[in-house]
């Protein structure tokens, strides 16, 4: 997994390495073994000319941006997205999110977490979304990006795209299973142009139904 820093979408004059090193801010340093933070925070130890030292590039930023006691609240499967509240070298107060993107511009309720809507929401979500759709075609998941200074409005700063390629063998793995007469088939939580794009990649077809559609050849079925 890594983050394709750039072709990052940014928005509202924030630029690739400011999203990058919001992000990192949003993401646990401690926790290695998550591939999306591991992805980030790698990236951004790349882009600050740390090679692959996150450990280093971490400890830079913190000369400039301290995390404020309790201000790291991390991802779990609800409320599908991470946030910080730190404290800058100059005394202004930042609070940051990373995650899906349609949760970063706008929060839903009954998730419990903490809520927002980003300013300008209307115009913000059309042109995220048609950026999303557009990194999806690409085989990219994406990361949405937001920040707010000293309690005024939470802007959405940008897109990160990351790839998930498939393993170098699952090409061949494929290729053997159907030369055994075996039929393949590939069930994915990803949207519908990312499950696309990996299986051409690993030359499974491009036939990827959503389960809408599934549902609806269901419906007929019950119908007769």
Not at 51 to 78: C, H, M, Q, S, Y
Not at 92 to 106: E, P, Q
Not at 114 to 126: D, F, P, R, S
Not at 182 to 190: F, N, Q, S, Y
């Amino acid at each position: 997994v890594f983050v394709d820093d750039d072709k990052c979408r940014t928005f509202n004059g924030f630029q690739p390495k400011d999203v990058l090193e919001w992000a990192s801010v949003a993401s646990n340093e401690a926790n290695k073994d998550d591939p999306i933070d591991s992805a980030v925070l790698g990236a951004y130890a790349d882009v600050m000319g740390c090679g692959k030292d996150i450990d280093k590039a971490v400890a830079a930023r913190r000369n400039k941006i301290t995390l404020d006691p309790e201000g790291f609240t991390g991802f779990n499967p609800i409320v599908k997205r991470t946030c910080a509240r730190v404290t800058k070298s100059d005394g202004s107060k930042w609070f940051v999110a990373k995650g899906m993107v349609d949760v970063i511009l706008k929060t839903h309720a009954e998730d419990e977490g903490i809520q927002w809507e980003v300013e300008n929401y209307a115009q913000m979500a059309k042109e995220a979304t048609d950026a999303d759709a557009q990194m999806g075609i690409s085989g990219f998941k994406t990361l949405g990006v937001m920040v707010q200074q000293d309690n005024g409005p939470f802007k959405f700063a940008g897109i990160l795209p990351i790839m998930d390629p498939p393993r170098k063998d699952t090409k061949q793995t494929i290729a053997d299973i159907k030369g055994a007469n075996v039929a393949v088939k590939m069930i994915t939580g990803d949207h519908h142009n990312i499950g696309k794009e990996l299986a051409r990649q690993i030359e499974l077809g491009t036939d990827i139904r959503t389960p809408e559609s599934l549902k609806a050849a269901s419906d007929s079925k019950e119908d007769k």
